[in-house]
């Protein structure tokens, strides 16, 4: 059972407090924050003790979401559950910042209230709590940099009317006024975050694809949704693929709510979604990338002049020409010692510095076309060079995003809401692939 | 924290909600009510506003009747005067046609935490248990368990017991799960909520209504249940069977917690709850967020313990990614080295390779000594990178590649050679490493041809050195090397021992240098045998190698914060009560006994013998040794093999410091042991021998033979007193 619950800025600003049991002191809040900004970066900070008192806590939009509890419970359930506080105040209050938080928080007193009673977790279905959430939310305009895949190519309006604006989906679930208020709108997102590792001769040495589909619901009523998938998708290692289009996932999990009578033959998940974000489906591919993987990297390390490094780096995006990769930024782990450095860029959106502090050069381009080859010349001056800290260049690792695109093939084929609904709401589809860990050696 | 002028703003917040023009208004009147609420998280006092909220309460509007109960809930305590105002209009409430404002009402009455009020919140909680609304209930429910908190001892109400008892089967699932929650708290000193075969079987078949909250809830009060037969036991596991591949982790964690719990007694289920839970147990390992990463990987460190190879297959997903925090970093490495098998080490090595240039000098360092434990197996491959970064010339690395090898030389003595050549190499170590190169050089100095200049460095430098422990080091290597390369040290020798006895302040290390100085007085044979011991001991290994654990060793702890919270010291218990648990119940029975055994032995010897254990035999050695010896000594002992379990009496004769190697099972003619101890520089091996037709006289009686190396009458008849004695006590108690 859970003792206290608080929500602190990264500050260590008290944001939500609330003491279910009355038996740890309210001391305790200085005491957590104390030692998490004490602790080094190899300790561990998610479980802590102090006295008898255990902190547990997860950090989700720069805010520590903190669980403080006597006995000892299960951390998978403590840390499931502070997310999906986190999730449910990010439902209802647009979005997750110091300032939403601070702004709604009577609302998420009100949330914790219905959710939590004398430490044990009551419901955290937004089904049930809307019927006993009162409060508006206030919601703050956030700022996303994810606005930037909807600006089409060379400042053109492409498509701008089939897309929906990304602040779309991060709004209160509950406004029934306001000016956004009583659009019933449903988000279905495909979104999967990919981890690579590609050898020092471009060969593929590790790839893993952990994906979900992530519903976003702002209709009132819940109704049942079918939602369907490629029809060709296979599930599991064993079964033989017949022709190259065939899409695969090596296991998939589904949202207890989804009803699979009509998986098997169709690949029809139907669900009625309640309000408010849910993954209904969880799904991982390893190792077998039906493409290949977004970027190649061409390096060349060498050594220039007595105390100079040049590197000389070749990038290809693999995707498809209409593919973008976005925010894309590459790490280049420089040789310890090194102090200066001169760059030639191929555009001047482009930009590069060296972070002597982490070793390490970073290379960023906002917008990457699928199928382009941007090259980069670094020269780094790292004062008494060895021969030997050339080693020290690489494992390149790059993060990106890619917009509209799955790298597993996974698409959705269709979504249609109950007929009563139709009409009415609007429904959107969108892909984006993360990277979660992409490493190049050289 | 109280902010400056925190006076004033509570005056100015009290002026206006008193102010008639503002209660008019109730946009406005909100508005303060939530300032107030925000002064509160602020850590203001604002409790001399009790009498302006109470009255705020008295309205129809439920966000503002929350927040004025929020007020009240932090207050009440430090104004029990004030709050009783407050609860007689809450009572009112407790009546209301609307359920959400009796469920309200209700539930911030039992949060006063007060004392006095249980006489007030008895009857709306009796009431509220058999309200018409699911959501009263639930409050009324776990009120009862907040009444019994406030009184923790008065008497338990039987009448509430029974009523929460039967409320078991309410249609509402979390009415069924408060109830369970509630009787826990209020029957705890009676050992919590009885679990009987009913309840359990009502609660399984509940399992699919619940959500995932209770189902974790439920499924760890059913870790209380011990179904009656196997067949019962079966039934209960095929209903929880879809559990394991629950979507969410904390059910599929705990269902498998509670499979591993029932079928303690049958190994091949546990397997198969362990296979079958791999899939969602791998996916907390890669979830997005990195607290739940964490857990799951802490937890597949226990599972390993026991199944290692049920990973084994999936060791890319322990690959790090690079925007990872450090701690997880850690624990992955540690998890990829104990998955490497012959097909995955080449791409393992190469991952962890490629971590050892890592910003963070802490990762590196750990990179560094995961591949010294592959090496332990996969030597040559290792040795490569290790020798590779050291090229690199950079201090972290450097020095922790030294130690690794160190460590690695001890483990593996076919890696000498190779190390050997490569420490030549590196004659300037940096500072945290001094240790590991001085041990080096110390152990295979003949092996090393820049050993003696390397240690003249040092010797050069002893004035400026502040570590003690290298001081201590270097005192050592010079007389190993002393020992094997006598032409080139001596002088060097000569010189640091003049130093550390004339010159050196600290008494360790002054006490260290005589007594080598007064070791090598005795002559040079006489301090070889002193001074140089085993270059490598492979049977180490098997302190350091894990072994398969059996599953309930770690069960218990399961997804309990234990994994999580300091890893390592569960890590270090564990092995320790592992060690100790046979013998700890005996130990407490045999301890004033054989106490006195050790201290009266002497009227039977002219003088004390002590016994020690020293470093472990070998079945091997111990073998060769027996057949290689001949018998010095044949006892009867006087007294039968005692009817105790024999782990008894290894545990005793461990206690006077004699080891047991092996020995028959108890009821088998004739019964023999071998054991083996130390004394005073000499090694004493026993047979112990029960019913042999051959010996005379002796069927009833245990002899003992003994052999020796070197050969001390003396301590033989001070083994065999012990040896009797310890018997004479063990069959006195069993009889």
Known sequence: MISQIFILSSKGDHLIYKDFRGEASKDSINVFYERVTALSGDQTPVVMAHKDLHFIHVKQGGLYWVASTKTNPSPFTIIEFLNRLAALTKDYCGSLSEKSVRMNFALIYELLDEMVDFGYIQTTSTDILKNFIQTEAVSSKPFSLFDLSNVGLFGAETQQSKVAPSVAASRPIMSSRGEQGGKNEIFVDVIERLSVVIGSKGVLMKSDIQGEIRIKCFLPTSSEMRIGLNEELSIGKSQLKGYSSAVRVDECRFHQAVKLDEFDTFRILKVCPSQGEQTVMQYQLCDELPCAPPFQLFPSVQKDYVNRVLIFLKLRCDLPPKSTALNVSITVPVPKGSVSMSQELSSPDQTAELQPKNKALLWEIPRFPGGAQLSALFKVDVPGLSSASLLEVGPVSMSFELAKQTCSGLQIRFLRLAPSQTGLSQRWVRYVTHSDSYTIRI | ?735
């Not at chain 2, 006095?116 to 429910?141: F, H, N």
């Not at chain 2, 990973?311 to 997880?328: D, V």
């Open chain 2, 1 to 735: 924290m109280p902010y400056f002028g925190s006076e004033e703003t509570v005056k100015e917040l009290k002026r206006a909600l008193s102010n008639p023009n503002v209660q008019a208004d109730r946009l406005r009147y909100k508005n303060y009510i939530s300032k107030v609420i925000r002064s509160v998280i602020q850590g203001l006092d604002v409790s001399t506003l009790f009498m302006d909220m109470v009255k705020a309460s008295a309205t129809v509007d439920i966000v503002q009747k929350k927040l004025v109960y929020l007020y009240m809930c932090t207050y009440a305590s430090d104004k029990p005067d004030l709050a009783l105002l407050a609860i007689n209009t809450l009572r009112k409430y407790c009546a209301d046609p609307n359920p959400m404002v009796r469920g309200l009402a209700l539930s911030n009455m039992c949060n006063f935490r007060m004392p006095g009020m249980t006489e007030y919140i008895e009857q709306p909680i009796v009431a509220g248990l058999r309200d018409k609304a699911s959501y009263v209930r639930r409050v009324a429910v776990l009120g009862c368990a907040k009444m019994h908190s406030l009184q923790p001892n008065t008497e338990i109400d039987g009448i509430i017991v029974n009523e929460l008892y039967a409320l078991l089967r309410d249609p509402d699932p979390v009415v069924v799960v408060n109830c369970l929650r509630a009787l826990e708290e209020i029957l705890k000193d009676e050992g919590g909520v009885v679990i009987n075969k009913p309840i359990a079987h009502h609660l399984l078949n509940r399992m699919k209504d619940l959500d995932s909250w209770a189902q974790s809830e439920v499924l760890t009060f059913l870790l209380r249940y011990r179904p009656r037969s196997d067949d019962e036991l079966f039934d209960v596991l095929s209903l929880l069977d879809s559990f394991l591949q629950s979507t969410h982790a904390h059910v599929a964690v705990a269902t498998l917690r509670l499979f591993l719990h029932l079928a303690s007694a049958h190994p091949a289920v546990q397997a198969d709850a362990l296979l079958c839970t791999s899939a969602p147990l791998l996916a907390t390992c890669g979830a997005a967020s990195r607290e739940l990463r964490f857990a799951g990987l802490c937890h597949v460190q226990k599972v390993m313990r026991s199944q290692p190879g049920l990973f084994s297959t999936h060791y890319k997903r322990f690959f790090c990614g690079y925007s990872e925090p450090t701690y997880i970093k850690f624990h992955k490495m540690e998890i990829l080295v104990e998955l490497v098998n012959d097909e995955n080490v080449a791409l393992v090595l190469e991952e962890l390779s490629s971590y050892c240039t890592d910003v963070s000098p802490e990762l590196a360092q750990a990179a560094i000594a995961a591949i010294g434990r592959i090496a332990r197996t996969y030597s040559e491959k290792c040795l490569d990178i290790l020798t590779g970064l050291l090229a690199l010339k950079q201090d972290h690395i450097t020095s922790a590649v030294i130690q690794t090898f160190r460590d690695l030389v001890w483990f593996c003595p076919q890696s000498t050679a190779a190390v050997c050549q490569t420490v030549e190499v590196c004659v300037d170590s940096p500072q945290d490493s001094e240790q590991a190169l001085l041990w080096l050089l110390g152990e295979h100095g003949e092996k090393i041809s820049s050993a003696p200049y390397v240690m003249e460095g040092y010797v050069d430098g002893l004035k400026t050195e502040l570590s003690l422990a290298v001081k201590m080091e270097l005192l050592t290597t010079a007389v190993k090397m002393f020992l094997c390369r006598p032409a080139e040290t001596q002088d060097m020798l000569g010189r640091l021992l003049h130093y550390c006895i004339e010159e050196e302040s600290d008494v360790c290390v002054r006490d260290r240098a005589l007594l080598y100085y007064r070791l090598l007085q005795r002559g040079v044979e006489e301090t070889r045998k002193v001074v140089t011991g085993p270059k490598s001991d492979p049977s180490m290994s098997v302190l350091t190698e894990r072994q398969e654990e059996p599953i309930s060793q770690w069960a218990s702890t399961f997804n309990t914060l234990g994994p999580l919270s300091g890893h390592d010291l569960c890590l270090q218990t564990a092995v320790i009560s592992a060690a100790d648990q046979p013998s700890n119940s005996t130990e407490k029975e045999l301890l004033p006994g054989s106490k006195d055994v050790t201290l009266s032995s002497p009227n039977d010897t002219e003088e004390e013998i002590s016994l020690s254990l020293g470093p472990p035999l070998s079945h091997e050695t111990f073998e060769k040794m027996w057949l290689d010896l001949e018998i010095l000594h044949r006892q009867t002992l006087g007294s039968p093999l005692p009817r105790t379990a024999l782990d008894m009496l290894q545990a005793a004769l461990q206690l006077v410091k004699i080891q047991t190697l092996a020995f028959t099972p108890g009821d088998t003619v004739p019964w023999k042991a071998y054991i083996y101890t130390r004394s005073t520089g000499t090694l004493i091996l026993a047979e112990l021998l029960q019913g042999d037709p051959q010996a005379p006289g002796s069927d009833e009686s245990l002899v003992v033979s003994v052999k020796q190396q070197p050969v001390n009458q003396h301590a033989i008849r001070g083994f065999a007193s012990i040896l009797k004695s310890v018997l004479q006590t063990l069959n006195d108690d069993s009889s």
